[in-house]
């Protein structure tokens, strides 16, 4: 099992510009998040997909969009790039039990620079 | 709202227990979690507790919940040297969708 994988591991971009960053969540895994890791502090939760749609929405502007495929492969995207948004981008994936995803599996992350 | 706040730093001596501390606010949370993050890496689930439970061990970790005070810790016992690297507790929101982090304990395991 290759656990939840991320692609690019980095990734430079100049202000202005978009990015999109990539997840493959763990086998058996249909629910994806994706958290905003800035520098010496803890993730923020951006929003998480489930049955290809977005089901809860952190505090991130429009920007921020994302997108999950029928295999639950998903991708993040941030338009209009600004030095603020300089941060290790985690992608997790979990299984809803019941309504509460017990466990959240976090991939290795996407460092990405802004200059 | 939600907060979750911890303390910043711990040294410890190798062979020692560490103890790192956690203070939440939302009183729905349903699990609460412990992450390690090494430089440079993602961040690997240690172990989580169940909000009605008041304590859980698994092997060199023992969590403890007050959920009274909200207050929850994580205890490391024979500290070693790969246990240096920041320590992170989350809550889980009652709709199951989110965590909410802490800023984070950077221990450093001293030889």
């Known amino acids: 099992d290759a656990g939840v994988t991320q692609s690019p591991t980095h990734l430079i971009k100049t202000r202005g510009q978009q990015v999109t960053l990539r997840c493959s969540p763990k086998s058996g895994h249909d629910t994806v998040s994706w958290y905003q890791q800035a520098l010496g502090q803890g993730p923020q939760f951006i929003f998480q997909?489930?049955?290809?749609?977005?089901?809860q929405r952190g505090n991130f502007p429009d920007r921020f969009s994302g997108h999950q495929f029928p295999n639950y492969s998903s991708e993040l995207n941030v338009n209009a790039l600004w030095l603020g948004d300089s941060a290790l981008y985690l992608c997790?994936?979990?299984?809803?039990?019941?309504?509460?995803?017990?466990?959240?599996?976090f991939g290795q992350g996407t460092r990405l620079t802004v200059v | 709202g939600e907060d979750v706040e911890q303390s910043l730093f711990l040294s410890v001596r190798e062979g020692d227990s560490s103890v790192i501390n956690c203070t939440y606010t939302d009183s729905s949370s349903t699990y609460l979690y412990w992450y390690k993050q090494e430089p440079g890496a993602g961040l690997q689930l240690l172990t989580y507790?169940?909000?009605?439970?008041d304590m859980k061990q698994d092997q060199r970790l023992t969590v403890l919940l007050n959920k009274k005070d909200k207050h929850l810790s994580l205890r490391i016992a024979d500290t070693q040297t790969g246990d240096s690297a920041i320590y992170f507790c989350?809550?889980?929101?009652?709709?199951?969708?989110?965590?909410?982090f802490g800023g984070g304990t950077r221990v450093l395991v001293k030889p």
């Open positions: 997790a994936s979990s299984v809803p039990g019941q309504g509460v995803n017990t466990e959240a599996f």
């Open positions: 989350a809550e889980m929101e009652a709709a199951g969708n989110k965590l909410t």
């Open positions: 997909y489930y049955e290809e749609e977005e089901r």
């Open positions: 507790i169940f909000s009605n439970m």
